[in-house]
């Protein structure tokens, strides 16, 4: 089980900033990691841990909008949120066009930066979830006999074993005991269970390409 738990990254070039939003957001229990530039940001990010990006625009040693272009080329799945003293709607716009999640203006009220980022994390942990399971169930499925995957698609249409049997024209015994293989392959307990996870790949064979 993956005990780590989600980080905020914050990237400001002002001290100030850095250590009265790390107290803040310390104070509803995130764990937040500092960077003072961008390029020291990128040493030590780790695309694959589940984490949100707090980027201030204007910093020596390269720009946020810089990082937050970067960041869109490494197609990283952390959500960014733009925190700057000098908004514009130009900025703004560029924010979201490269693929900012947010744009806040300083100073930000402490709520709605809260919120901001709870909301954004939670978005964010749901997703990665979400693909997770589908990547495990994908890879499951690929475990099946060509065989079991015509029964698996039938039992999904909905019908029993003595019909698919007479549609794939095996005995009924021999549904049973491709349905028992793939049920144990899939690593499903209820019928139910095995609609709800493998349809869609039934359904949309091409996503398993």
């Given at each position: 089980m993956n005990t780590v738990l989600p980080l905020v990254h914050l990237v400001d070039d002002d001290d100030?900033?850095?250590q009265g939003l790390a107290?803040?957001?310390?104070?509803?229990?995130?764990?937040?990691?500092?960077?003072a530039d961008p390029e020291q940001f990128l040493r030590a990010f780790d695309p694959a841990q589940a984490g949100i990006i707090l980027l201030d625009v204007r910093m020596p040693g390269g720009s946020g909008m810089g990082l937050l272009d970067r960041l869109g080329a490494m197609n990283i799945s952390q959500p960014v949120i733009i925190l700057t003293g000098h908004g514009t709607v130009d900025l703004c716009r560029r924010a979201f066009k490269a693929?900012?999640?947010?744009?806040?203006?300083?100073?930000?009220?402490?709520?709605?930066?809260?919120?901001?980022?709870?909301?954004?994390?939670?978005?964010?942990?749901?997703?990665?979830?979400?693909?997770?399971?589908?990547?495990?169930?994908?890879?499951?499925?690929?475990?099946?006999?060509?065989?079991?995957?015509?029964?698996l698609e039938l039992l999904v249409a909905g019908m029993?074993?003595?019909?698919?049997?007479?549609?794939?024209?095996?005995?009924?015994?021999?549904?049973?005991?491709?349905?028992?293989?793939?049920?144990?392959?899939?690593?499903?307990?209820?019928?139910?269970?095995?609609?709800?996870?493998?349809?869609?790949?039934?359904?949309?064979?091409?996503?398993l390409q």
């Open positions: 100030a900033v850095r107290l803040l957001l310390s104070t509803v229990g995130m764990q937040v990691r500092t960077y693929g900012a999640t947010e744009f806040l203006e300083k100073p930000v009220d402490d709520e709605v930066l809260i919120d901001t980022l709870q909301r954004a994390l939670t978005e964010h942990l749901l997703n990665k979830g979400r693909k997770e399971a589908e990547r495990t169930a994908r890879e499951r499925y690929l475990r099946l006999s060509a065989r079991e995957r015509e029964v029993t074993n003595r019909e698919i049997g007479h549609a794939l024209d095996l005995s009924p015994r021999t549904v049973e005991v491709h349905r028992a293989h793939l049920v144990e392959k899939l690593e499903t307990e209820t019928l139910a269970q095995l609609i709800r996870q493998y349809a869609p790949l039934v359904d949309a064979p091409h996503e």
